[in-house]
């Protein structure tokens, strides 16, 4: 596949995670390497959406380290307990954050970052080994949409990491 993406324009979020994720999935089809991987998935959500910034965080002893991501430079380890990355990693569902002020304990890695979604992927023991982190620098910009396309888009993060990682 060329790597290129085809985004529908004026589509809503919905439509263009429709379009997006087939494209993701033969993207990453013919590599094996479990990083080049995420690195194009991280990739091809700053370009298709322009996300303030996309990145990976995954487990590594007792903490998450940051992997693959597109943006400014990021906190580079987030203990199990902190941050939003944290909380859906201890609670294992995904967590929505409106607004970044208004969340307990908050890390602030960027300042412009206003809004976030962080959603956890599950290996062949239901434990979590990653966290796709994605931040806006807009209040109030994931919804029901956007948790819904990124969740497809953590089972297709599974299934890869179940035969390359």
């Known amino acids: 596949m060329a790597e290129s993406l085809f985004v529908p324009e004026n589509s809503s979020r919905k439509e263009i995670y429709d379009s997006l994720i087939p494209q993701i999935e033969a993207l990453v089809s013919g590599e094996d390497d479990f990083i080049a991987n995420l690195s194009n998935i991280a990739a091809a959500l700053k370009q298709t959406f322009n996300f303030f910034w996309v990145g990976f965080y995954l487990r590594k002893n007792n903490q998450l380290v940051l992997g693959p991501f597109q943006g400014s430079i990021a906190c ?31 890390i602030a890695c960027a300042s412009e ?12 023991n239901q434990e979590v080994f990653l966290v796709l982190d994605v931040d806006s620098n807009k209040l109030d910009d994931f919804h029901e949409e956007d948790r819904e396309g990124l969740e497809k888009l953590m089972r297709i993060i599974e299934k890869l990491a179940r035969t390359n990682y």
């Open 113 to 124: 970052s206003r809004s976030e979604i962080v959603l956890p992927a599950f290996d062949v």
């Open 76 to 106: 580079t380890r987030i203990d199990f307990d902190k941050g939003v990355c944290g909380h859906a990693y201890t609670t294992q569902q995904t967590v929505l954050v409106p607004d970044v002020d208004a969340f307990p304990g908050h």
